[in-house]
């Protein structure tokens, strides 16, 4: 991927860039998610039903992410925010933490942190927490007696800071997807941006990688298809 002096990159990573570390994405087990239905412990009616369960699976969630470490395909995209700085930024769907672990700075987490708590009362003050408890006696609660939940955005629920993510992929010419199947909006509608603009005659372009073709794959000038950690480290240099 060449790169000029004034390309300003927009990333969007999915559970594929972690796989190599040990991290189970979820379409490769057929919708379950480590051998649990996806709208069981990634829901709010899920946690509604049953927070014990749903506070059990991310406790496993955080102590497996305690053991894992960053890969190849992580650390190219930190090598590279550091050539770019403000002409960078990384927006990741995973949870995990492995990007800040890599050492990218210029990140946002539009589906939330593993690692971080948060009130479950919608109109509670008390903001999000860094949270590393994986065995709990009893569920955790808030002070204001509302049952605590992971800070992490579900399915049904709304991705955070979309707009501001928006407004920085219309400055972007370079978008990179790596590892996302493509399926989840509205982080997969994200590239058809870059095909707007470039309809509209900006020379911008756009690039995925990743295992197999995404269900978005159209939207792309090109798919590289491969292993993250593989491809990545040899197309950023
Ligand atoms: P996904 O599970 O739907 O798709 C993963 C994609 O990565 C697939 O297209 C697969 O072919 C590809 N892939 C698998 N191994 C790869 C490798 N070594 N290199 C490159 N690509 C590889 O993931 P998604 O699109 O991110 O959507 C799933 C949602 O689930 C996300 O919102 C995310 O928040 C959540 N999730 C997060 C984690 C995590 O934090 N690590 C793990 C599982 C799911
Ligand atoms: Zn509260």
């Known amino acids: 991927m060449q790169l000029t002096a004034t390309d300003d990159v927009f990333v969007l990573t999915g559970a594929g860039i972690s796989a190599e570390s040990g991290i189970a994405t979820f379409r490769d087990a057929n919708g379950l998610w480590e051998n649990h239905k ?22 496993q969630r955080r102590a497996q992410a305690l053991t894992v470490a ?19 930024l990384l927006c990741t769907q995973n949870v995990d933490g492995l990007h800040e672990a890599a050492g990218s700075t210029r990140l946002v987490h539009i589906h939330g942190e593993l690692m971080k708590t948060r009130c479950s009362d919608p109109g509670c003050e008390r903001p999000p927490f860094v949270d590393t408890r994986h065995d709990f006696a009893e569920l955790p609660r808030c002070a204001c007696g509302a049952l605590q939940r992971p800070h992490i955005v579900w399915f049904g629920e709304v991705p955070f800071e979309m707009h501001a993510i928006k407004r920085r992929v219309q400055r972007a010419t ?21 095909t707007y603009r470039k309809s509209m005659g900006e020379r911008v372009r756009s690039i995925y990688v990743g295992l197999e073709r995404p269900a978005n794959a159209r939207e792309f000038d090109e798919v590289v298809l491969g292993k993250a950690g593989l491809v990545l480290p040899a197309l950023v240099g």
């Open 38 to 59: 996806v709208e069981d412990v990634a829901s709010p009616e899920g946690f509604a039903r049953d927070p014990a369960t749903v506070w059990r699976f991310y406790a």
């Open 174 to 194: 370079v978008f990179v997807c790596v590892g996302s199947s493509g399926v989840v909006y509205p982080a997969a509608g994200l590239v058809a941006e870059m």
């Open 70 to 88: 960053p890969n190849p395909a992580h650390r190219a995209l930190a090598a590279l925010e550091a050539r770019l700085g403000d002409r960078f």
